[in-house]
């Protein structure tokens, strides 16, 4: 059984080998067939899609093409129709451009023929005019010069009737509005004046006092004399003197230093020296103060601290008589109200007018006229230069501007006022500050006075560059220089003061 089994086991195997071997090739060739027949029928399917997508592109590209076709078509007719009726407007334009031609040719055909006609027209005239020139015996120009003659002859007088009859209506009507102007203007600014003096009295508590203000041989009021350039006079009046001098600042230096003097009862030559320099200092405030009132009293404001103490100053000056602070208020007062009277700017002539004579507070140290020296006082602070014209032309013929004309006239009309200036007192206050300025032109002059009513100048000098011989000639040459170059009643005598002090402290 076993070799049976055994047998049909080694045939068997084999077998079924080959016939395992043959069913499977026949299962590989089944699928390869069926592989190959789908490939084919995808290849035929692809080849019918591409056939349809051919036949459709062909259809596309044909019918594209018949589009453009048509569309150039379409843009050929248009070209056609523009272009056929670019030929008829250039025909039309061809047209009117030989029309426009025809007719310049006309123009200018008949411009030659009035050019004819012209010519004609001025030798018809020429010829009438010479025979008109040989029967009046008279050339063109003669026989116009003879009409324009007569025609002046005739009515010369009647036109200088006319003129002179207009020059005097006007002349009256404008004479009379002036005239009410300014005196609603005066009326509305009057103002008192006070004639200027050259002395000023200082109330004494008692008689005792007069020998305690000369002092030991004279030594306190030589002291006083000499610090403030005033003179001292003390005569027989009871309990009183009187301080001489011409500068209204000096006088009241040396007023308020009597006073100080007085009041502490100790008069010594150290104290006399400290009282004048306070008295200097009370001055420069008092002079502030009268600045700052001045400017409240005319309503102005905004100027410089600097210029309102150089206004102060002008309360302590005076021309012909008259106080120039009290002027420039008034002078400011009656420009604004003629400058509301005639439509001017109010505030410029109220300001030139009180600045109009800035320049005479400080005209005794500085070169030039007032009117100069006020005028570069302005533009040094600043001032507009529609206020600085009336500082600098009040005096001038014709100002350039309306505010400084009427500046010139408020002016004028505050100085005319009867009584407000007296030509001997300026001539006076002139021949004096001559005489000192005469005398500081000198080198090594340290302070000139002018004392005694003209009567007598003391010249300081500085010790260390005038030694006592320097001195002597000095006197001689000032005296010379005085005989020469001024006119004075009299004589004036010259004194030289050379006086040297040394200061020392002990500590």
Known sequence: MSTIYLIIIVVGVPLAAVFGYLIRKNIAGRQVDSAEAKAQNMLVEAKNKQKELLLESK?????????????????????????????????????????????????????????????????????????????????????KKVLIENTEREIKDELLQRINKIADENSEDLERKAKAVLASVIQRCATSHAAEITTTTLDL??????????????????????????????????????????????????????????????INPARIEDAVLQAKKDMALDIKKA????????????????????????????????NILRHSIEVANLSALLAEELGANVAVAKKGGLLHDIGKAVDHELKGTHTEIGRDIAKKFNIPEEVIYPIACHHDDRPPTLEAIIVKIADAISGARPGARKDT???????????????????????????????????????????????????????????NKLKYPGEIKVNVIREKRIVEYAR
């Open 425 to 483: 007192y300026e001539n006076y206050i002139q021949r004096l500050t001559e005489l000192e300025d005469l005398a500081s032109e000198f080198s090594g002059v340290e302070k000139v006075y002018a004392i005694q009513a003209g009567r007598e100048v003391r010249v300081f000098v500085t010790p260390d560059q005038i030694d006592d011989l320097a001195a002597v000639k000095l006197a001689r040459s000032i005296a010379n220089d005085i005989e």
């Open 205 to 266: 508590p008692s008689d005792e006092m007069k020998g305690r203000v000369i002092g030991k041989e004279g030594r306190n009021i030589k002291t006083i004399e000499q610090l403030t350039g005033v003179e001292i006079i003390i005569d027989d009046t009871p309990q009183m003197l009187t301080i001489s001098g011409f500068s209204p600042i000096r006088r009241h230096v040396a007023k308020r230093a009597l006073e100080k003097l007085i009041l502490d009862g100790r």
């Open 59 to 143: 259809d596309k590209s044909l019918k594209i093409i018949e589009d453009a076709k048509k569309e150039a078509q379409e843009r050929r007719q248009e070209i056609s129709h523009l272009q056929s009726r670019l030929e008829k407007r250039e025909s039309l334009f061809d047209q009117k451009l030989l029309d426009l031609e025809n007719k310049n040719q006309k123009l200018n055909d008949k411009a030659a023929q009035i050019e004819e006609v012209k010519e004609q027209i001025q030798q018809i005239k020429t010829d009438q005019l010479t025979k008109l020139e040989t029967i009046a015996s008279f050339s063109k120009e003669e026989a």
């Open 291 to 322: 600045g700052e009132d001045a400017l409240y009293e005319v309503g102005i404001t905004g100027l410089d601290p600097k210029l309102v103490q150089i206004i102060g100053r002008l309360k302590y000056r005076t021309s012909y008589g008259q």
